[in-house]
């Protein structure tokens, strides 16, 4: 019943490529969030969005893009990967009312 | 910017004991949550409140508006409930995501 599936769930690149992690939802919600998780710091927003084409920037926004053509996928990239974007990113879809659903997380090493 | 601060950092119990976990926040919000999370796994919704009291199972969650505070209670503690509790917490008026504290790693032992 997982409703938010994210893809990769691990993946290792080199310091300096473009990665993209993609987030998919099958609740037609309106709500969609990109968060990364680290040691020390909790999880903090990188960027969300409240709509198709509709997308604003997070507490930790710099070096990441994203992209949303249709209501299902939320797409986040980073441009140019540098070690400290070594994290564990978590996906999140919210409804008005509905709470929180959280994807399964993909853990993201940048060497 | 919602300050949130979780107490206490870390706890460990025996199984059957009675836990609380304090969540304070600074400013006005229009929901709290809280998260659950075990070692390596994912993120779990177990409550979102706007105000008073709810129950699920043996876990209840309460949140004072007025003084900026909600706590969760665990009865009957199990070893199962061993996990990281995250509170995090919406602004007022507006789904711009969640503010987070940095969470309470909890461990029952039998």
């Known amino acids: 019943d997982a409703g938010i599936t994210q893809s990769p769930r691990h993946k290792v690149t080199e310091t300096g490529t473009p990665v993209t992690l993609r987030c998919h939802q099958t609740e037609n919600h309106r709500y969609m969030y990109w968060y990364r998780q680290d040691p020390g710091h909790g999880l903090r927003l990188i960027h969300y969005?409240?709509?198709?084409?509709?997308?604003d920037k997070g507490e930790v926004s710099d070096g990441y893009s994203v992209s949303r053509s249709k209501t299902e996928d939320f797409l986040l990239t980073l441009e140019s990967a540098t070690s400290s974007q070594t994290s564990v990113y978590f996906c999140?879809?919210?409804?008005?009312?509905?709470?929180?659903?959280f994807g399964s997380g993909t853990r993201l090493t940048v060497v | 910017k919602n300050e949130v601060e979780q107490s206490p950092q870390n706890l460990t119990a025996q199984e059957g004991e009675f836990i609380t976990i304090n969540c304070s926040y600074s400013?006005?919000?229009?929901?709290l949550h809280w998260l659950q999370q075990h070692p390596g796994g994912g993120i779990v919704s177990l409550f979102m409140l706007s105000s008073g009291k709810k129950k699920h199972g043996r876990l209840i969650a309460t949140i004072n508006i007025q003084e900026k505070h909600s706590s969760l209670h665990i009865t009957a503690s199990h070893p199962r409930d061993s996990a990281v509790y995250i509170c995090a917490v919406e602004p007022g008026g507006g789904a711009d995501g969640l503010t987070f504290g940095k969470g309470t790693h909890l461990i029952i032992q039998p």
């Open positions: 999140a879809i919210a409804g008005l009312n509905y709470g929180y659903t």
């Open positions: 969005s409240y709509g198709v084409k509709d997308t």
């Open positions: 400013v006005g919000i229009s929901a």
